[in-house]
């Protein structure tokens, strides 16, 4: 009697060992099925790029599609790609999604460029430092070092709405050491103002402009470092004050 329990029982194993690897059978080629679908169908056939690409080349967006892009819509790696686009020099940031059926958007946005650090590569209004390439000539150079970036940035602020409030473009911002900037303008006019803040140079500077211009049509150099008093061209210098001049600037001859 106990030797046909035991019989019976091992035909009961061998019927449940039978149906699960029956069921781990079919499982398999569910799964084998489910996973040729995923890397054979749904093959991505449009990639839309959307954003500012104003600095990137259609050729560089092309080779990334064409040999970076790799797998499926559902297999296709985002992160991966993102990090290719990201290679290009321009793209300061980029999002890849997915759009059911068969495409891929990337959203990119690029760096703003405001200036080029010597040849260290261009400056975005961030403060970021990328080595695109710009062929505009409307670029200040900032000549300085990176850790000086924040004060060139601030300097720029400053800068930027007095330049177009008198025509006129930056075209080199200098920073040394010891607190003293020097700012080249597109018509030829060199300032020196021995401030690490240069708001309140930049005020007075924007204030006396056409009286400067009055005193020398030919003004080329002012030297702000002087206790209420600005130098130009080298040659003389002129009293600033409120109180004791009718127009505010007094001429006091040569500098020394």
């Not at 819509?73 to 890849?96: A, C, G, K, Y």
């Not at 025509?167 to 080199?172: A, E, G, K, P, T």
Request: net charge neutral; proline share 2%.
């Amino acid at each position: 009697m106990v030797k046909g329990l035991s019989v019976l029982d091992n035909i009961k194993f061998v019927n449940r060992l039978a149906y699960l690897i029956g069921a781990f059978a079919v499982f398999i080629i569910f799964a084998s099925t489910v996973l040729y679908i995923l890397q054979n169908w749904f093959t991505i056939d449009r990639i839309s790029i959307k954003g500012n690409t104003a600095h990137i080349t259609r050729e560089q967006l092309s080779y990334i599609a064409k040999n970076r892009l790799r797998g499926t819509f559902f297999t296709l790696d985002i992160n991966r790609l993102q990090r290719e686009f990201l290679q290009i020099p321009w793209v300061q940031s980029v999002t890849v999604n997915r759009e059911f059926p068969d495409t891929i958007t990337v959203y990119i946005n690029e760096y703003e460029a405001i200036a080029r650090l010597g040849d260290e590569g261009l400056v975005s209004s961030s403060g970021s430092v990328f080595t695109g390439a710009d062929d505009s000539t409307t670029l200040p150079t900032f000549n300085g070092l990176v850790s000086q970036i924040p004060y060139f940035l601030n300097d720029y602020k400053v800068l930027k709405p007095f330049a177009e409030s008198k025509n006129i473009n930056l075209i080199r911002l200098d920073l040394s050491g010891s607190g003293i900037t020097k700012l080249y303008f597109s018509n030829d006019l060199e300032v020196v103002i021995c401030a690490l803040d240069i708001s309140q140079g930049v005020q007075v500077l924007s204030k006396y402009w056409d009286k400067l211009y009055q005193l020398n049509p030919n003004l080329n150099y002012i030297n702000m470092c002087y206790k209420n008093a600005v130098a130009i061209n080298s040659a003389k210098s002129v009293q600033i004050t409120d109180t004791n001049a009718k127009d505010g600037l007094v001429e006091k001859g040569k500098s020394q």
